[in-house]
Nanobody, 125 residues
Framework: QVQLVESGGGLVHPGGSLRLSCAVSVSRLDYYTIGWFRQAPGKEREGISCISGSDDSTFYADSVKGRFTISRDNANHAVYLQMNSLKPEDTAVYYC??????????????????WGQGTQVTVSS
């Protein structure tokens, strides 16, 4: 069973930045597709970014494109989500998820079989 642990959430002012980390308990992180999802109160879980385990391609939802960047550090078994120009509407619990190899639709939750516990991000003045 793959274990994932998110960290780096917190309270930030609009326009600020945060970097989320996802520690993944696998020996070959490059074999895995890792996705970042978020869920705001009263809203459905949204797939916002992912990095493929088959070819390292990346995906960004329109809501975060140009502001968020996903990256992986295979040696340290971690995936990061750099979030810049944060807006109040980015407030949510952020989750990372993993599935081995590629995913045809990596923004979809059903593609993943392991999930972290989530980290809260609050953007407020």
């Amino acid at each position: 069973q793959v274990q994932l642990v998110e960290s780096g959430g917190g309270l930030v002012h609009p326009g600020g930045s945060l970097r989320l980390s996802c520690a993944v308990s696998v020996s070959r992180l490059d074999y895995y597709t890792i996705g970042w999802f978020r869920q705001a109160p009263g809203k459905e879980r949204e797939g916002i970014s992912c990095i493929s385990g088959s070819d390292d391609s990346t995906f960004y939802a329109d809501s975060v494109k140009g502001r968020f960047t996903i990256s992986r550090d295979n040696a340290n078994h971690a995936v990061y989500l750099q979030m810049n120009s944060l807006k109040p509407e980015d407030t949510a619990v952020y989750y990372c998820a993993a599935t081995k190899w590629g995913a045809s639709k990596c923004s979809q939750a059903y593609e993943y079989d392991s999930w972290g516990q989530g980290t809260q991000v609050t953007v407020s003045s």
